[in-house]
């Protein structure tokens, strides 16, 4: 069974600083990789995904994420961050093939202080 | 665009009444989804349907049943509310068969139960 692992509930950053949030996944075969954004009183909305080929993903609102196999993880990443960036971010997984349910991470707040 | 909706964003419930959270999606999706949100447990898989009138439980099916009689629509059903229930309900839908299995949400429903 995949699990997947948010290291930090919360994050608080300054404007305009950069961002990492963190994201570790445990599985036995390959993954897909899904980051999602709840904005507040909202639902979920795909940040960006992970299939295959570069390890480098791009997404709206200038995230980006790294897919390291080795160390199972998928950090996102955003060089400067807004205030509008403030919401919960969620880390997802699916299988291949799988029963075509996404595993979530718990989500990880982000407060982006003026 | 892909649109879920929601038939409530707001919803305010006494204990033990029957309680109906509708979900309606346009994009004749097969796999629909019910979850549930709360701080500090992310979420929570209550139902999955893959067809009309086909549905699987989630992680924690306790309490909830749900109906698809239509492929567009999804309901999650309270059959006698109680104040554990008071949550945040997301609904999702995605295309059977199609991987990645990305999910499109709803705007979600806080419901209260008193």
């Known amino acids: 069974a995949q699990s997947v692992t948010q290291l930090d509930s919360q994050v608080p950053v300054f404007e305009e600083a950069p961002v990492e949030l963190r994201c570790n996944y445990s599985?036995?075969?390959?993954?897909?990789l899904f980051w999602y954004v709840q904005y507040p009183n909202q639902g979920l909305q795909l940040l960006l995904k992970?299939?295959?080929?570069?390890?480098l993903v791009k997404g709206i609102n200038g995230f980006e994420a790294e897919f390291n196999k080795s160390q199972t993880s998928f950090h996102l990443r955003k060089p400067s961050v807004h205030i509008s960036d403030t919401a919960e971010y969620f880390c997802?997984?699916?299988?291949?093939?799988?029963?075509?349910?996404?595993?979530f991470g718990k989500g990880t707040k982000l407060t982006v202080n003026p | 665009d892909v649109k879920v909706t929601q038939s409530s964003r707001y919803l305010v419930k006494r204990t033990g009444e029957k309680v109906f959270l509708e979900c309606v999606q346009d994009?004749?999706?097969?796999?629909m989804f019910w979850y549930r949100q709360d701080p500090g447990l992310g979420l929570r898989l209550i139902y999955f349907?893959?067809?009309?009138?086909?549905?699987e439980k989630g992680d924690i099916p306790e309490g909830y049943s749900v109906s698809r009689e239509k492929k567009e629509r999804f309901s999650l059903i309270l059959e006698s509310a109680s104040t554990n229930q008071t949550s945040m309900y997301l609904c999702?839908?995605?295309?059977?068969?199609?991987?990645?299995?990305?999910?499109?949400f709803g705007p979600g429903t806080r419901l209260t139960v008193t």
């Open positions: 599985s036995s075969v390959s993954v897909y």
């Open positions: 999702a839908s995605s295309f059977y068969g199609r991987a990645p299995y990305e999910q499109y």
């Open positions: 992970y299939l295959s080929g570069s390890t």
């Open positions: 349907s893959y067809d009309v009138k086909m549905k």
């Open positions: 994009m004749d999706h097969e796999n």
């Open positions: 997802a997984v699916s299988v291949p093939g799988g029963s075509e349910k996404l595993v």
